[in-house]
């Protein structure tokens, strides 16, 4: 099974990616789909939207050992049926990734792509503008969008604007680290410690 990475962090916070490359009807077998997600499947257009939502219910399956009933909350977000734990999911062009423990958690995946460069405006500091390595600064715009991503799946606050409320304090990009982020909202200021990977494949950001 095409698991790219699994990271037990502690016994009840995991964290795996899924590298897609089976078809819809493989990924399919391997969940064992009922009737009702066989439903939710096909309402997708797409392959790929089928093959990410397949992939990331596969990596739940791995991590606990059966495939658990989600449920959808405020603002969309995945939950455990039963409570158990919390659950985050992302995707990105060929990888799915599933973060699950005992306490809030969230996952962020995205490819290193030019394209994050034309909206950098829109989600960049200022502050975070004055250590952009220019070398290196597709990989630190993805590291940056990643991180603001999971930080807005964390604090599940509508209508944040990631530009003003959301600062990733100075760091230098390797190919993992810790990031030390601000979050700004109603004059209060809440501070959240990120990890990321980051390869030539993907950039991983959790917590």
Not at 70 to 75: C, D, F, M, Q, R
């Amino acid at each position: 099974m095409p698991f790219d990475k699994r990271i037990d962090i502690s016994a009840h916070h995991k964290v795996a990616v899924w590298k897609i490359e089976e078809s819809v009807g493989q990924l399919k077998h391997l969940l064992g789909v009922s009737a009702k997600d066989e439903a939710v499947v096909n309402a997708f257009r797409l392959d790929k939207r089928k093959q990410e939502w397949l992939a990331s219910r596969l990596l739940l399956k791995e991590i606990l050992g059966f495939y658990p009933e989600l449920i959808y909350v405020e603002n969309g977000k995945p939950t455990l049926a039963n409570g158990s734990s919390y659950i985050s999911i992302s995707h990105t062009d060929g990888f799915a990734a599933v973060s699950m423990s005992d306490q809030p958690t969230a996952i962020d995946i995205e490819k290193c792509q030019a394209r994050v460069e034309k909206v950098a405006s829109r989600f960049v500091h200022p502050d975070e503008a004055s250590y952009i390595e220019n070398k290196k600064k597709l990989n630190y715009l993805t590291l940056l969008w990643s991180a603001k991503e999971a930080l807005y799946k964390y604090y599940n606050v509508y209508g944040v604007i990631f530009k003003e409320q959301f600062k990733i304090h100075p760091f230098q990009l390797s190919t993992e680290g810790d990031l030390l982020c601000d979050f700004v909202n109603q004059n209060t200021l809440s501070k959240l410690q990120l990890t990321y990977l980051a390869n030539e494949a993907y950039t991983l950001v959790y917590c």
